[in-house]
């Protein structure tokens, strides 16, 4: 008897259960996890306290990103630089210790292998397609973009992941995202998704795994798939998936902790039995025309507060719902707009260029390739690129991107989760707004008061050049 | 964790939507390799508007909160459950949870409660009144003394482990023959999977 035809979701959610309980929850097992500093303290001290050992050691890795600073770590005599904040470095130096004591490979802040998890990860050949992956951290669905299922975690998930290597989990819905035609030129994966969580709203997924469909996610590279995925979670999803491919593949192979020899051609052969059969039944649908893109920004303190950058502030009388009524102003009041005022007339103090959406050799490329011969105009107090990993600032300086960054007036910084979410020192002032290419404008996000428009690489680009919200199309 | 049966009390009206972690503990808290004394830091930003109903002396130390569609999205942190739990706050009332928070919620004996829209502004206008709701979870009730009475879905392994305040780790613990039957199989039909950071 031919078995009902699965969705990619249905496919790795098999593979991975355990057992199944009478209450319909199922032990799921979990191939690949990734520790940070500041979500597992409290786990390995659980372990600690109940003297429970990490079952699987070699199936975690882990790394700091979120509390590092982003300034030198070295000095000048080869040394490394302590940390001010004691608070901090308390936090770095319990990972530092926790992880050799759990057998747990720790990359250190001083390694050239360094960087935000969700770009190390990948990196590092550690995140493979059709794995489960977790980590303390809501943007694993990053990872997603692998074909591998995706998702963050607490802290007491993360201890249970490190004692049981399984997590209990209640299946999700299988939901498709399904983009139709072409992105028009200069538009980016980032664009894209941006317009997704605008249409489907910050709680559209929520309860689903997202699979996105279309020849416009074959032709994306990893790196913009990475993306894509990475903000299914602003969507709600607490995953994102897009079917492994020949693309895949060659991203893949050769990496350090990737398959190798007969075992690599066994996994290739795998991974290309991960894609949803034909006639597989999603629980929701949503269909998107790609022409409809435009470069995208958000004008709000949700991340499905997105307008085309041709767009205007909204009014709140333009929204049906009453309590997204009451957002809305709320929303306009903390950012300090006022409806009917065109995106490009919004001026910009700050640009961040980073995160685990947007920091990767591509989004670097893409920001520098406007930059290139351009300044920051004098209004743009703060400008800083913040690279994904020790590598990917390596290969930028090999490609003489640090220069150009540098030569318009930006800060080249060591790699970091940074100004994304405002808990290292790197924050944008009260009052001030911030062009970044991050995945979160909620308030207070990126430091008490700050005032954030989600955008592309490109588009923060741009908008430093001009010093306001700018069609990026205008600068190429 | 602590285990919950019933919660009766004054409940905190408010009724905002897409109230995300960072608003329920911004990151500069999460320095802290405790557990402990996060609810200084609750809501940090609504706290700073004068009038809010975290520091209305009508609302202190209600063990109850009331919000809007959508509660907890955003971060995966589970300091913000450990926030509220510092706060006092044992159950929250809304009619959407992000998937991640009301997870982090119950393993720390909080019990998030799903009803409709209608169901929410009616106990939003009862708690505004300064006026106690009682949530019984074996029943699966929350009650006003109006006599509103609304029933809740709640997956029954989470309501099993609030009622008993178990230790979900030690429960799989338990499993662990499971655990390395499943293992054994994989690590013979695809040896790569497992071999993580060692390959």
Not at chain 1, 58 to 75: K, Q, S
Not at chain 1, 192 to 203: D, E, F
Request: with cysteine; aromatic share 6%; proline share 7%.
């Amino acid at each position: 008897m031919a078995s009902r035809p699965r969705t990619l979701y249905e496919k790795i959610w098999d593979a991975h259960v355990v057992e199944t309980r009478d209450d319909g929850t199922a032990l799921i097992y979990i191939d690949r996890h990734l520790v940070h500093e500041v979500t597992s303290p409290q786990a390995f001290e659980a372990l600690k306290v109940a003297g429970r050992p990490v079952r699987r050691p070699e199936l975690t890795l882990a790394v700091p990103d979120h509390n590092l600073p982003t300034t030198a770590r070295i000095d000048a005599k080869g040394a490394p630089v302590p940390i001010a904040d004691p608070e901090s470095a308390a936090q770095l130096a319990a990972l530092e210790v926790n992880a050799p004591a759990f057998g747990i490979r720790y990359i250190p802040a001083t390694a050239k292998e360094q960087g935000i998890v969700h770009v190390v990860g990948p990196e590092q050949g550690f995140s493979l397609p059709g794995t489960t992956i977790v980590c303390g951290d809501s943007h694993t669905a990053c990872h997603g973009g692998l074909g591998a299922l995706a998702f963050g975690i607490g802290t007491s998930e993360v201890e249970h992941v490190l004692a049981t290597q399984t997590l209990l989990l209640q299946q999700s819905k299988p939901m498709e995202v399904r983009v139709e035609g072409d992105l028009g030129p200069g538009i980016s994966a980032k664009d894209l998704i941006l317009h997704i969580i605008g249409r489907i709203g910050a709680a559209g997924g929520s309860g689903y795994v997202i699979e996105y469909l279309g020849a416009v996610f074959q032709r994306m590279t990893v790196e913009e798939r990475l993306t894509v995925c990475n903000m299914s979670i602003e969507a709600g999803a607490r995953a994102g998936l897009i079917a492994p491919d020949d693309t895949t593949f060659a991203y893949i192979k050769g990496r350090p902790m990737a398959p190798q020899g007969a075992e690599w051609d066994a996994a290739v052969a795998y991974w290309r039995t991960l894609h949803s059969d034909d006639g597989a039944m999603f629980a929701k649908s949503v269909t998107i025309n790609a022409a409809d893109v435009e470069p995208s920004v958000t004008w709000g303190t949700s991340p499905e507060d997105v307008v085309p950058i041709g767009g205007r502030v909204p009014s709140p009388e333009d929204f049906a719902d009453e309590s997204k009524r009451v957002a809305v102003q709320k929303s306009l009041d903390y950012m300090g707009l006022v409806p009917g005022t065109p995106m490009t007339e919004v001026p910009i103090e700050n640009v961040f260029i980073g995160s685990c959406t947007n920091s990767r050799i591509e989004d670097l490329r893409a920001a520098a390739s406007i930059l290139r011969g351009r300044h920051k105009a004098g209004n743009v107090r703060w400008a800083i690129v913040v690279p994904g990993s020790g590598l990917v600032k390596a290969q930028a300086e090999d490609e003489g991107l640090d220069r150009i960054f540098t030569d318009a007036g930006f800060e080249w910084r060591e790699p970091g989760c940074s100004a994304c979410l405002g808990m290292n020192p790197d924050k944008v002032p009260p009052g001030e707004r911030c062009a970044s290419t991050s995945n979160r404008n909620f308030v207070g996000r990126q430091g008490p008061g700050a005032r954030t428009h989600l955008v592309s690489p490109a588009m923060a680009a741009a908008a430093a050049v001009t010093g306001r919200l700018t069609d990026v199309r205008e600068l190429v | 964790m602590q285990p919950l049966t019933r919660v009766e009390g004054r409940a905190i009206p408010l009724g905002l939507k897409n109230v995300d972690t960072d608003i329920i503990i911004p990151a500069k808290w999460l320095k802290t390799i405790s557990r402990e004394g996060l609810g200084a830091g609750a809501f940090e930003s609504l706290r700073a508007e004068p009038g809010n109903v975290f520091d209305d002396p009508a609302y202190k130390g209600a063990p109850i909160l009331i919000a809007g569609d959508n509660y907890g999205c955003g971060s995966s942190r589970e300091h913000a459950a450990w926030a509220m739990l510092d706060l006092g706050i044992r159950v929250v009332i809304a009619p959407s949870f992000s998937d991640i928070h009301s997870g982090n919620a119950v393993k720390n004996g909080i019990l998030p409660v799903v009803l409709p829209q209608d169901a929410v502004d009616r106990l939003l206008e009862v708690a505004r009144e300064g006026l106690e709701i009682a949530i019984d979870l074996e029943a699966q009730t929350v009650t006003t003394p109006y006599q509103d009475r609304f029933t809740f879905d709640i997956d029954p392994f989470r309501k099993h482990c609030l009622l008993h305040g178990l230790d979900e780790v030690g429960l799989t613990m338990a499993r662990g023959e499971a655990i390395g039957g499943f293992e054994a199989t994989r690590t013979a039909a695809q040896p790569w999977l497992m071999r993580g950071t060692a390959a």
